[in-house]
């Protein structure tokens, strides 16, 4: 497996594992893009630094969550306040 498979892989999980504490709690659950800033990073993505999401919509390049090869980005999932 590769990294990139295995980055996809924890991604995937901790998306879920949010669903699911949303729907235990019963909480809306927003999900936020980071992206590593060190000039490596890819232009898409360094525009997508900050950008939150309702957790069951895309963000704006379409995906769920960063996966792509090489990619260093990560989410974090928080429950939205009123």
């Known amino acids: 497996m590769s ?3 295995v980055a996809a892989a924890f991604s995937a999980a901790h998306q879920q594992s949010a669903e699911q504490l949303a729907a235990e709690f019963e909480v809306e659950m927003v999900k936020t893009w980071h992206t590593r800033i060190d000039g490596r990073e ?3 993505h360094r525009a997508m630094d900050g950008e939150t999401v309702p ?3 895309p963000f704006s390049n379409g ?4 996966g792509e ?3 260093r980005c990560v989410v974090t999932y ?5």
């Open 69 to 71: 090869p090489n990619c």
């Open 55 to 57: 957790i069951d919509e």
């Open 42 to 44: 890819r232009d898409e």
């Open 3 to 5: 990294c990139t498979e």
């Open 63 to 66: 995906l769920m969550q960063p």
């Open 78 to 82: 928080v429950a939205k306040v009123p």
